[in-house]
């Protein structure tokens, strides 16, 4: 018994030495920039390995936490190799010469402070949050306006429901262009009987107008379909108390309604906000950006309707300057992050007021 623990521990020391071993030099690989053809299979040889050690791992005490994590462990290791070092070599290249290809020295905040003497940027930054307010405020409103239509007792409510939702499948490239469509050939035919001629998108204001109206259009079903859920889950019985009571619709609806879907509010906040933020291909294909700005800060600016994340995807990849680019972004994940934490705070407070 005694012979058997002992090869049982040993075999797990040399499976999970081999594991670690196979990932660190896969990573290196990687990240030296080799061309070896193994480096793939090496990693996820690297991992299995690793992870059947674990499993032989002889102790008692800790068996059933090492079983769960050989259970999380994809889902770590795809957030890891997706998420957390992406950012990790993204904060390290923001301060870097890189150019997409390689880096030949670090330069410090260099390109943060070009960042911010930028105009055309700090105007992006600007409209993205007139964006996200516009947009967090009205994209809720109406989705909670259908929602309340379609848990009424109306005939083919399954048919509105679907209606509304339909707008969300539709990517936001084809979307756009769509949209583009409507604003550059429908609307001017109709228009033109009152003497206006000229394209909603031909104007910066009413461009980036026309940005919005597409958004909530887009998004307002998918909003709708979460309030429809949380205001189903309102009990019944206090809704019949509530009018037994004699309250009328618009008490119901701000007394009963409301602080019920209190977390239901919180979501949809949530996720109206970090969406609008990151608004990106709408913007690129109805407007791809353009729109004059006569005088901001001192300069004429060609991107009037240019959002952040269209602003850093053209540093990068149009105007080639990817270590800039990483900086915008590095910035923008900020922004995004403590806007959220601070929105999820303020709504967690109103939740236990309401």
């Known amino acids: 018994m ?14 999970l030495a081999a594991g670690i071993a ?40 800790h068996h059933r ?15 890891a190799v997706t998420v957390l070092i992406p950012l990790g070599l993204g904060i390290i290249y923001s301060f870097t010469d890189w150019n997409g290809i390689r880096l030949t020295g670090f330069v410090g ?11 055309a940027f700090i105007w992006s930054v ?15 409103v109406i989705g909670f306006m259908l929602a309340l239509l379609c848990t009424s007792k109306m005939r083919g409510i399954n048919f ?27 609307l001017i035919q109709i228009t033109s009987k009152w003497g206006m001629v000229n394209s909603v998108l031909s104007n910066t204001k009413t461009a980036f107008a026309a940005i919005v109206v597409v958004y909530i259009w887009q998004y307002a079903g998918y909003i709708m379909l979460i309030y429809v859920t949380g205001l189903t889950t309102v009990p019944k019985d206090v809704l019949e108390a509530s009018q037994i009571d004699g309250a009328n619709a618009l008490t119901t609806l701000f007394r009963i309604k409301i602080p019920m879907i209190a977390s239901t509010i919180t979501i949809c906040t949530f996720l109206t906000l970090t969406s609008a933020f990151k608004q990106f291909d709408v913007n690129m294909a109805l407007t791809n950006g353009t729109g004059s700005v006569a005088d901001f800060m001192g300069n004429y600016l060609t991107n009037g309707t240019q959002m952040l994340a269209l602003n850093i995807y053209n540093t990068a990849i149009t105007k080639n300057s990817y270590a800039l680019g990483q900086a915008k972004a590095v910035l923008f994940f900020i922004i995004l992050a ?10 967690n407070s109103k939740e236990v007021e309401l």
């Open 2 to 15: 005694a012979e058997n623990s002992k090869n049982t521990k040993l075999l797990s020391f040399v499976l």
């Open 22 to 61: 196979g990932l660190v030099i896969a990573l290196i690989l990687d990240f030296s920039g080799s061309n070896v053809s193994y480096r793939g299979a090496l990693l996820v040889i690297g991992a299995i390995l690793f992870l059947v050690g674990l499993y032989f791992f002889p102790t008692v005490e």
């Open 65 to 79: 936490s090492i079983i769960n994590f050989i259970f999380l462990f994809p889902l770590l290791f795809s957030f």
């Open 109 to 119: 905040f260099l390109n943060y402070t070009t960042m911010f003497k930028d105009p």
């Open 126 to 140: 600007l409209l993205t949050f007139l964006f996200v307010i516009f947009n967090m405020v009205l994209i809720n």
């Open 160 to 186: 509105f429901r679907a209606a509304y939702f339909l707008p969300n499948l539709i990517g936001g490239i084809v979307l756009g262009y769509i949209w583009q469509f409507v604003f550059n050939n429908v």
């Open 338 to 347: 403590t806007v959220s934490i601070i929105q999820v705070r303020i709504s």
